[in-house]
Structures are given as structure tokens and as C-alpha cells.
């Protein structure tokens, strides 16, 4: 038989698959993809049709209700009506893979297993459609952009500004901003051939995102006639846009944090015949509405929950409050504020799929700048080399063409609905270094910048180590904190003669301590409860009380509104006076309480955090009901990994691959510390089946975040590595938490996870002649492999023109050796 495509894995079992031309390809990624991360591929499906509620129950009901609003379904749809050809054959291509391979294993594994004992009954598997891939991208950024910030600086004005009438308003909106934070994004360098060991260029970097149990992306190898291309690829979605080495060229991304969406206030009024209108720029105007009607999963059948619509010229209506019934007998129900969201896919009908496939054809720096130039969203920062020494740095997106203002605070329904897109700098070449760490660049695009402490300690640390593939890891598992000294001044001298005994030894503990956040540091954990004592004093603050009024908006959004989060992210900017101490908040005085708290705390006989002479702080902050840690413990006895997955909340659903008694499982938690489970630093398992503790912080530049004043608990970090050398693709390096699998069951389930607590990478492996076929997953006759269905024509909107996982028994398994709920949604 003659196999259409063919596949290979390395050691870690990463697929490297070859095939003769594109199609083929993408429909062998499709496959493998399906193969490997079968249930990671549907669960983000299912979001993109707000079906989520259909298979895991109400747990899941706000996302499809969001989902719904945000009409991400029919963007996919829209978008994949308006692909040119070549575009349009090759995300068919993948879904066509996507099908055969769920339909070949992909839908056996432990949760799709876990899924039917769940009460209730379980919907029939369906096609992926060929607009199924795009509507997985939408899920992957639709909360990247800007809105979240702009809807929650909307609420501190609102909330804030009646008792404080003196103060500006964009002096209220930027409280909790102004570069003050919030703090967690992604890291991205190049060095120029002149600053490495071998003449050529270096880029490395690793994107912070949400921990997901399957990891978020997945390496992968895409080879054929016309390109040989390896990275980081969203799983569900063809290509590897993100980061990817093609031989001759490679880059990488962060998120620009720019403003993408235009957000509206909207003044909606229904009639008793259901229809709605909005207060346009000329009065009244119709508002478009639909009901639709969802599917929740119940333990006694199935229900449906409608969700009424709309949409205004503005675009997308985001409702703040319920919808007035409408069968009121008055002839106009009660008028509703709400807000409009101008989503630039939902607009255009695109979102940079012909970039996502041209890339891939990339050989130069160059090319890489040009296939970008139609890139939609997220904004990205963009760092590229090729091996002629060329690195260029540049912006890549759809940046509305709006005054700044426009994305600060909602705008009134007054202005121009459809503004054009910007046209950005031309590309940068770089001859030294390039840092890129969510800070504010040179010509800013947004308003909601991580503080620049990432960025200067990256740029530092590149001064020191060597300009190797290798000496880059020394850059990714750093853990100094740099905003420790900056918190740290706003106590007194440690011979105050005002401070107890027990003061004075703390800081003279915390003054000598090195700022390094690892995880078998006593200091470190000290340090990040006195911190989380001064976040809980602030959030506390009267001055801040009013922002605790509800907020109206999908409790998917929730996590942008978390005042003690919000005060968490940015406690250096609320202590060091400005607007804050307009508002009352003595930043030395609370951080002066907050050490009286922490020596109060550790003179308790339980040895407990939550000390009972600070209830009344905690409630003020909202976290009263806060979990008790203990007193004195490292901080990677706290600081411990928290990885999201689909069934975390589901009643009667278990996590495969934890077994820490919280979420049941078939393994446990020493599946994901790895072989040894322990670094130099104290990061990885504790050796009795705990979790796997975590050294670094929100603000190193090894960022696993933390949410002071709440938990030390880390459910956002790296979520990859990556060095890419272009003097020698066999020289770069890459990693992942827990492995390629997507199956708690395979052997490559969590084989990078050790190294990946200890900030370390693998070697990437590209010799055929190295790699191991795998014979299972080599493409089938096209009888085994039929299209999607295909209703574009029927159901899609008109666009204007314009495993069992992986089979992995052959593989060896290599041993890698080591010495390794929410609060907010964004990652970057």
C-alpha cells in the first residue's frame, strides 16, 4: 500500500510528518492532530458552537452563552465563505484529517471515556465542518484582544468616579494601569550574528498563557515538496503561526497589547414584539436580534436556554443586564444599557488565514514581514532572522485607524462605525539585541502594558550569558523579582525603634535576601506573604470598595473584574502614591500594617496564614474564605502548578494524569513532575504525590504567575520554550509542560515536564535517519480519509467578495534528566 503521507516522532514523540505537497500535508496534520490531542481538539470545538453545555453540563453554560454573543460560530463560518481557494482547500484539507483521525482513535481516550458515565445523555460525535479550524483559532484570541481591559476601566470610572468628582477620569481608568501592570505576559529576544558564539542569529522566547492539561500547543514538523517547516502549532488549527523555524528562516511572536477592539456604549430599548432598537448618532435604529437556543446537558435529559441577541452598526451588543420580558404589556419595555464590541474578524471576515498559510513557503527574514502584512488578530510583535544574518523586528495585526482615546474607555454611539486599519512601521532591522516583553514600545498601540521589569532583566541577563542555544536557558528559568525592591522601600529602616523584635528580624531577613523567587526559598515565601498581606490591606482600602459592585457582564469575564487580583497586579503603581493616594491609599502605612499582619500570623500556636487579626482585612479584600498555607514553607511548598482542563468543575468528572485527591485521576501527580521531579532550586515534585512546586513568579522573567492577596497557586506561565539557532536548525531547543501526548495513557503524556520545571529545553531533532516511524499514524487511502461535510453554501453567511492519542509502542522512550480557580483569563 502506498501510504499518502508518512509519519515519524523523535524521542519525545513530537510528529515529524512528510508528505508530497500542501494538501496532503495539512490533511496528515489534521490526522495526527486528531490522533495525539483528540480530546483537546473537540472541547475547543465545541466552545467555537457554544456546545460546551451540551457534553460537560451548567458548568459550561456561561462560555457557550458568551460564545453565543460574540457570535464566534458564525465568524468562522463568514470567514471561511470568503477564503480565496488556496486557503480554503487547505483548511478543508486539515478538517479532512481532523475527521479521519478522530474517527481512527482520536475520540478513544480517558476523557471521551469519562464523558459517557457522566449523567445525562451524551450527544452523537459530529464532522468537523471546514470552517471548524477557524472557529478553533477564534477560541484560542477572541479573549486576547483589548475589550476585557477597556469594559473593566469602564467599570473603575463608573464605580469610582461619584465619590471622587475631583479626579479625572482617565486619571481613574489608568489606576490600575499606566505600566504599573497588569504584570504577566510573554518574553521574546534576538541576538544579531554578532552577539553569538557561532556568527549566526538566535531567537528565543516563551509565550505566557493559561496552563492547559493538554499543553497549548504542540510541537509538531510539517514537510513537503515545497517546505520543511518545525514549531509550536495551536492544535485544531493548521500551520504554525506562532513560532516555527523553517531552515533558512524562523520566528516568533508576543502579544503586541494593543487596541484592537472598539468598544461602545449602547442604549437598547425592546417592543412587545420582540424587536429591539439602539440609539444610534440620528436616534433610533434598528438593532437586529435573534433568539438562539442552546443545549445543557442536565442529569435528567437535556434543556434548552435561549439566548436573545443583537447587533448594532458598532458592532457585536454585549448585554449588561437581563433582557426586559418581552410579553410587559407596556408598548416599550424597560430601555437597557449595554455595550458594542467591533471585532475585527466579525467585521472583515478575516482573520489572517492567508497569512497562516504563507508562511509556511517563508524563506527570508523578509518574506516572513510580507506573509504577516495580512495578519488580523491578535496584534503580535514579531521577531524574524534568516541565515544571511538579517533580524528584523516589526508589528504585525489589524490596529484600527482611531485616535488613542478610542480604546482607553468605551466610546458614546456618536462617531465613524467602521474605521480603516492602520497602516504600521515598516519592519526594523536589528544589529544587536532585541527584548520584547509586553512593555511599552517606542509608538504604543494600547493602554494596558505589563511594567517593564521583564524586559530590562532580559536585556540584562543577555550581557552575561553565552550566545548559545544553550546559554538561553540560563534566561528562561531566571527568578529574580525585580519589583521586590520597589515594594520593599515602602517599609522602614529594620532598627526603626518603633518595630517589635519579630519585625526587625524580618527585615533584616527580607533586606539580605537575593530576590530570587525559587521554590526552596524560606525567604522567597515570607517575602510573597507579607506581599499578599500588603495586596489584601490595599484591596481592602475604603477607597476601593465601590469597585466591588456587580459588574453585569458574562462571569466569563469575571476574572477581569477580580478587584483583589486587579490590586495583586498592580500593588507597586496603588503604593507609590499618584491617584491612589488621591484616593486616600497610604501606600508605607498599609505596607507597615501588612508586616504587622505577617509577624502576627506567624506568632499564632496553629502555624496558619489566615490569622484571625486579620479576618476583618481579608473580608474587606473579598478573601476571607482564602485557603490556609503554611507558616514558614518554602515557597514552592505554596507556589504549586495548577493545570486547567474541561472537567475542572464538572461533578463526577476526574482529570486524567492528576491524582491529588482534588481532581481523582489515573495517575498522579508525580506522572507530571518526571523522572527525578527536583532542581538545584527545589522546583518539581515533593516527593509524596504532591504537586509539582514551581520556582519564579508573575514578574520574572520564568513567570509563573501567582495571585497575591488570594493564592500562590500557579494556573498561568510558559507555555512553551523555544531557541532557534540559524546557523544550525539541529542546534535549537524546545519544550513544553507535561509532553506531546494528549493522552494521560502514552509514555510522551508528561516526559518534558521535569525539564520544563526546571526552565530547561530539549534538543530539537531533525535527521530522518534519527527519528522513529510510526507506521500507525501513516496516512491511510483517501477512502479512509472522506471530506467534511460540506453546507458553506447552505448554512454559512454570505461574505462580501472582496489514541488512544498516539500509537507510540516503537518509540523509545527516553528519560530526561532534571534538577526540575482563575483570576484572570488573559494571557499573552
Known amino acids: 500500500m502506498t501510504h499518502r503521507w508518512r509519519t515519524w516522532r523523535d524521542a519525545h514523540g513530537v510528529p515529524h510528518l512528510r508528505a508530497p505537497d500542501e494538501l496532503t500535508l495539512a490533511e496528515a496534520q489534521g490526522y495526527v492532530t486528531a490522533r495525539d490531542r483528540g480530546w483537546q481538539i473537540e472541547v475547543d470545538r465545541w466552545r467555537s458552537e457554544a456546545r460546551l453545555a451540551a457534553h460537560l453540563g451548567e458548568t459550561a453554560l456561561d462560555w457557550d452563552v458568551l460564545a453565543t454573543h460574540l457570535r464566534l460560530d458564525e465568524t468562522a463560518r463568514r470567514v471561511y465563505a470568503a477564503l480565496a481557494d488556496p486557503e480554503r482547500t487547505w483548511v478543508e484539507a486539515y478538517a479532512r484529517g481532523v475527521n479521519a483521525g478522530l474517527a481512527d482513535g482520536g475520540r478513544d481516550t480517558p476523557e471521551h471515556r469519562t464523558l459517557e458515565t457522566l449523567p445525562g445523555p451524551t450527544p452523537d460525535p459530529a464532522p468537523w465542518q471546514p470552517w471548524t479550524p477557524i472557529g478553533v483559532l477564534l477560541v484560542a484570541h477572541v479573549l486576547f484582544n483589548d475589550f476585557p481591559h477597556q469594559l473593566w476601566r469602564d467599570h473603575v470610572v463608573r464605580t469610582l468616579a461619584p465619590h471622587h468628582p475631583d479626579v479625572p477620569a482617565t486619571a481613574l481608568a489608568d489606576l490600575f494601569a499606566a505600566d504599573g501592570g497588569p504584570g504577566p505576559g510573554s518574553n521574546a529576544w534576538a541576538l544579531a550574528g554578532a552577539r553569538t558564539a557561532t556568527g549566526h542569529p538566535l531567537l528565543a522566547g516563551d509565550p505566557h498563557r493559561v496552563l492547559e492539561l493538554p499543553g497549548t500547543y504542540q510541537q509538531v514538523r510539517l514537510a513537503c515538496d515545497a517546505y520543511d517547516v518545525l514549531g509550536l502549532a495551536l492544535p485544531g488549527v493548521p500551520g504554525v503561526a506562532h513560532f516555527a523555524h523553517a531552515g533558512s528562516v524562523a520566528w516568533g511572536i508576543t502579544n503586541a497589547v494593543a487596541h484592537q477592539v472598539t468598544v461602545t456604549h449602547e442604549h437598547l430599548r425592546e417592543h412587545t414584539d420582540g424587536t429591539r432598537e439602539a440609539h444610534g448618532p440620528h436616534g433610533w435604529e434598528p438593532a437586529p436580534t435573534e433568539t438562539v437556543h442552546l443545549t445543557v446537558r442536565t442529569v435528567d435529559g437535556v434543556r434548552t436556554h435561549p439566548v436573545r441577541r443583537s447587533t448594532t452598526p458598532r458592532g457585536v451588543v454585549l448585554p449588561v443586564t437581563p433582557v426586559p420580558d418581552p410579553t410587559e404589556t407596556e408598548p416599550v419595555a424597560a430601555e437597557q444599557h449595554a455595550y458594542a464590541l467591533d471585532l475585527p474578524g466579525h467585521r472583515t471576515h478575516d482573520l489572517g488565514i492567508a497569512?497562516?498559510?504563507?508562511?509556511?513557503?517563508?524563506?527570508?527574514?523578509?518574506?516572513?514581514?510580507?506573509?504577516?502584512?495580512?495578519?488580523?488578530?491578535?496584534?503580535?510583535?514579531?521577531?524574524?532572522?534568516?541565515?544571511?544574518?538579517?533580524?528584523?523586528?516589526?508589528?504585525?495585526?489589524?490596529?484600527?485607524?482611531?485616535?488613542?482615546?478610542?480604546?482607553?474607555?468605551?466610546?458614546?454611539?456618536?462617531?465613524?462605525?467602521?474605521?480603516?486599519?492602520?497602516?504600521?512601521?515598516?519592519?526594523?532591522?536589528?544589529?544587536?539585541?532585541?527584548?520584547?516583553?509586553?512593555?511599552?514600545?517606542?509608538?504604543?498601540?494600547?493602554?494596558?502594558?505589563?511594567?517593564?521589569?521583564?524586559?530590562?532583566?532580559?536585556?540584562?541577563?543577555?550581557d552575561e550569558v553565552p550566545g548559545t542555544p544553550e546559554g538561553q536557558q540560563q534566561v528562561h528559568a531566571d527568578t529574580f523579582l525585580a519589583s521586590v525592591a520597589g515594594l520593599l522601600a515602602l517599609l522602614p529602616p529594620a532598627d526603626d525603634p518603633h518595630l517589635g523584635a519579630g519585625a526587625r528580624t524580618v527585615l533584616r531577613e527580607l533586606r539580605a535576601w537575593d530576590a530570587r523567587m525559587d521554590a526552596g526559598s524560606r525567604v522567597a515565601a515570607t517575602y510573597a506573604r507579607w506581599r499578599s498581606h500588603l495586596v489584601r490591606r490595599v484591596a481592602g482600602h475604603s477607597a476601593l470598595a465601590p469597585l466591588r459592585a456587580e459588574h453585569g457582564l458574562s462571569p466569563e469575564l469575571a476574572p477581569w473584574f477580580d478587584v483583589t487580583a486587579r490590586v495583586g497586579d498592580a500593588i507597586e503603581h496603588l503604593t507609590r502614591g499618584g491617584t491612589a493616594a488621591a484616593l486616600g491609599v497610604d501606600g508605607r502605612a498599609l505596607a507597615r500594617a501588612a508586616l504587622d499582619d505577617l509577624v502576627a500570623e506567624d506568632a499564632r500556636d496553629d502555624g496558619t496564614t489566615t490569622a484571625g487579626t486579620t479576618t476583618a482585612v481579608m473580608a474587606a479584600a473579598g478573601t476571607e474564605s482564602l485557603a490556609t498555607e503554611p507558616a514558614g514553607a518554602t515557597w514552592g511548598e505554596s507556589h504549586t502548578l495548577v493545570p486547567v482542563h474541561a472537567f475542572l468543575g464538572v461533578p463526577g468528572a476526574q482529570v486524567p494524569g492528576l491524582g491529588d485527591g482534588r481532581t481523582g485521576g489515573t495517575g498522579t501527580d508525580d506522572d507530571l513532575a518526571g523522572d527525578d521531579g527536583a532542581g538545584d532550586d527545589g522546583a518539581g515534585d515533593d516527593g509524596a504525590g504532591g504537586a509539582s512546586r514551581l520556582s519564579g513568579d508573575t514578574d520574572c522573567v520564568c513567570s509563573t504567575v501567582s495571585t497575591p492577596g488570594a493564592s500562590d497557586l500557579c494556573w498561568r506561565g510558559p507555555a512553551a520554550r523555544w531557541v532557534w539557532d540559524l546557523g544550525d536548525r539541529d542546534a535549537s531547543r524546545w519544550g513544553v509542560p507535561f509532553g506531546a501526548a494528549g493522552d494521560a495513557r502514552s509514555p510522551h503524556f508528561a516526559d518534558q515536564h521535569a525539564h520544563w520545571l526546571a526552565g530547561r529545553t530539549v534538543r530539537v531533532e531533525t535527521r530522518w535517519e534519527r527519528l522513529v516511524r510510526d507506521e500507525s499514524c501513516d496516512g491511510p487511502p483517501a477512502r479512509r480519509s472522506p471530506a467534511p461535510p460540506q453546507h458553506a453554501d447552505a448554512t454559512a453567511p454570505k461574505a462580501p467578495k472582496g489514541t488512544n492519542g498516539p500509537t507510540t509502542a516503537t518509540i523509545p522512550t527516553t528519560a530526561t534528566t532534571a534538577t526540575t480557580p482563575t483570576t484572570s483569563a488573559e494571557d499573552r
Open 355 to 462: 497569512s497562516m498559510r504563507t508562511l509556511l513557503y517563508a524563506t527570508t527574514a523578509h518574506d516572513v514581514a510580507t506573509a504577516l502584512a495580512g495578519w488580523v488578530e491578535p496584534v503580535n510583535r514579531v521577531l524574524v532572522a534568516d541565515d544571511t544574518g538579517a533580524v528584523l523586528r516589526l508589528t504585525a495585526g489589524f490596529v484600527p485607524d482611531v485616535p488613542p482615546a478610542h480604546g482607553h474607555l468605551p466610546q458614546a454611539p456618536d462617531g465613524d462605525p467602521v474605521p480603516g486599519r492602520r497602516v504600521l512601521p515598516a519592519p526594523v532591522v536589528v544589529t544587536d539585541v532585541a527584548v520584547d516583553a509586553n512593555e511599552r514600545p517606542d509608538v504604543a498601540y494600547g493602554h494596558a502594558y505589563a511594567a517593564p521589569h521583564r524586559a530590562r532583566r532580559v536585556r540584562a541577563l543577555l
